[in-house]
């Protein structure tokens, strides 16, 4: 990573930030920062997709044309060597599917059988076809009846699978109020949801409207066909309204979870301080570990570092610091989210210094920083009028590869030309840009609206 520049030891006992060692035996670890790998030359084989590792399958209709499309497939039989298993008739039936209308994918799909006896297909394969109804631009259930109907009339009874791909396909395509409506019909015909769909059906239904259509949802399911919510439902309806900045009514669902006979974990009560810190509102935070204390709930790290980072945005530091050592004695060692989250406390209370030292602590105890903790750093640093250990911490970032967020891009780049620095600003502003750390556009638009600025002053002698 190279050397450290002295201004940024001037202030703290030791180096702040120090050489990783290297994780590889017998590799100096000047060559290789471990949390910052080099990236590998390793060339991809070229039959293989460079995202998934995995064979890639090129589609074979290059037209939606139903003619185009039964030569396609009449010319795949032909040429094919291999026989053909279900899998890739199912894979050139979802090919088609992409590109065409319900009507004539149903139309090759009949081909397909007639021309060729070895496709048998099953269920999957009217799953295939099911999908696509739900992504249909009829903004009606008739798509999707007609898939169901023709799977009953070739035998096929649609279960608990069909009714999860209507229901996950038609709220992918925004389609939620239908397949509320679609879950309702299948329930009527014993193809009810199970708890995986109903509650992946709760939590669109918390996106797209009110809470009280959630809560009538709910109520009527639990009525007519006796599906009642479970823990997941009530942490999905936890978080929708603690997003919501309604902490009374999520504090009132933990009560109605308890009179239904199911504890609450950890992840709820979490839920519930993150609300609670996103507010500002430390006390109900420590309320919320108080409460998990007492029925018997043991925090987690997720839980010390929801409280650490609630506490330091509040600006209550020292408080935060008591529970840095509190979780360490229950077991939970802290990392970089627990310590940056102390360092942004730290500079929002103008003690970037102080954020500096933590950072030696940090690294002492073994735990790595990473981006967001750098980012954090420089934008305090910059922030407190420390421009010189702000430009040696960029220089580490930039040595290392890592990238500037747009708070502390913007921030060094004021500073810079607050300080009438403007070739290093560019200079900056090209990091930015190479490093697709910001778009182009923010980059130049906060370069440009400073320099506006530095001129604005320097004509009122504000700036030299």
Same mark, same amino acid.
């Given at each position: ?8 030891? @001037? ?34 084989? &070229? ?5 998934? /590792? ?20 009449? @010319? ?18 979802? @090919? ?57 009339? =070739? ?6 699978? *069909?009714?999860?791909?209507?229901? /996950? ?8 109020? #239908?397949?509320? %409506? #679609? ?21 669109? #239904?918390?996106? @797209? ?12 399911? $639990? ?24 902490? /009374? ?9 308890? $009179? ?37 709930? %043991? ?34 060692? &802290? ?8 360092? =942004?406390?730290?500079?929002? $209370? ?9 950072? !030696? !602590? ?58 009438? /620095? ?22 130049? *638009? ?17 700036? *030299?």
């Amino acid at each position: 990573m190279g050397k450290i520049p002295p201004s940024l030891r @001037s202030s703290v006992s030791t180096s702040l930030i120090k050489k990783p060692s290297s994780l590889v035996p017998n590799e100096s670890p000047s060559h290789r920062p471990h949390h910052f790998p080099k990236k590998t030359t390793k060339k991809i084989p &070229p039959q293989l997709s460079e995202k998934t /590792r995995e064979p890639t399958f090129r589609n074979p209709f290059t037209s939606a044309n139903l003619s185009d499309a039964k030569k396609v497939f009449n @010319s795949i039989v032909t040429t094919t060597k291999v026989p053909l298993d279900l899998r890739v008739h199912n894979a050139l039936l979802q @090919s088609y599917a992409s590109i065409s209308t319900l009507n004539d994918s149903i139309s090759l799909f009949n081909h397909m059988i007639k021309t060729h006896p070895p496709f048998s297909p099953d269920r999957s394969t009217y799953h295939v076809l099911l999908s696509q109804s739900c992504k249909a631009p009829d903004q009606t259930l008739k798509p999707v009846h007609q898939v169901l109907n023709f799977m009953l009339t =070739n035998g096929f009874s649609p279960n608990k699978v *069909t009714t999860d791909i209507a229901v /996950r396909s038609l709220c992918s395509s925004g389609n939620v109020g #239908l397949a509320v %409506e #679609l879950i309702k019909e299948m329930s009527l015909k014993n193809a009810a949801p199970d708890s995986y769909t109903y509650n992946f059906l709760v939590k669109c #239904l918390c996106k @797209s409207s009110a809470v009280s259509t959630v809560y009538d949802f709910i109520e009527e399911f $639990k009525t007519s066909f006796g599906l009642k919510p479970d823990i997941i439902t009530y942490t999905i309806l936890i978080d929708n309204v603690t997003n919501r900045e309604n902490l /009374r009514e999520a504090t009132r669902l933990v009560d109605v979870l308890a $009179k239904e006979g199911i504890r609450p974990d950890c992840y709820i009560y979490n839920t519930i301080m993150k609300g609670c810190c996103t507010l500002n509102l430390g006390n109900e935070a420590l309320e919320v570990l108080k409460k998990m204390k007492e029925n018997g709930v %043991e925090p987690d790290l997720v839980t010390y570092n929801t409280l650490i980072f609630g506490l330091s945005k509040c600006g209550r530091v020292v408080e935060a610091k008591k529970y840095l050592g509190v979780m360490v004695e229950m077991g939970h060692f &802290p990392d970089a989210v627990t310590y940056t989250s102390l360092m =942004n406390g730290l500079c929002r $209370k103008g003690d970037a210094l102080g954020a500096l030292g933590l950072l !030696e !602590e940090m690294q002492e105890k073994g735990c790595e920083p990473n981006v967001c903790t750098y980012n954090t750093l420089l934008h305090g640093l910059c922030k407190a009028k420390l421009l010189e250990k702000g430009l040696d911490l960029y220089g580490v970032m930039k040595e290392c590869g890592m990238k500037l967020d747009t708070a502390s891009y913007a921030t060094l780049v004021r500073a810079l030309c607050r300080e009438g /620095r403007v070739a290093d600003a560019y200079e900056v502003f090209d990091y930015a840009v190479e490093s697709k750390s910001v778009t182009d556009v923010a980059a130049y *638009t906060t370069l440009e609206g400073t320099l506006k600025w530095l001129k604005k002053a320097r004509e009122h002698g504000l700036a *030299t």
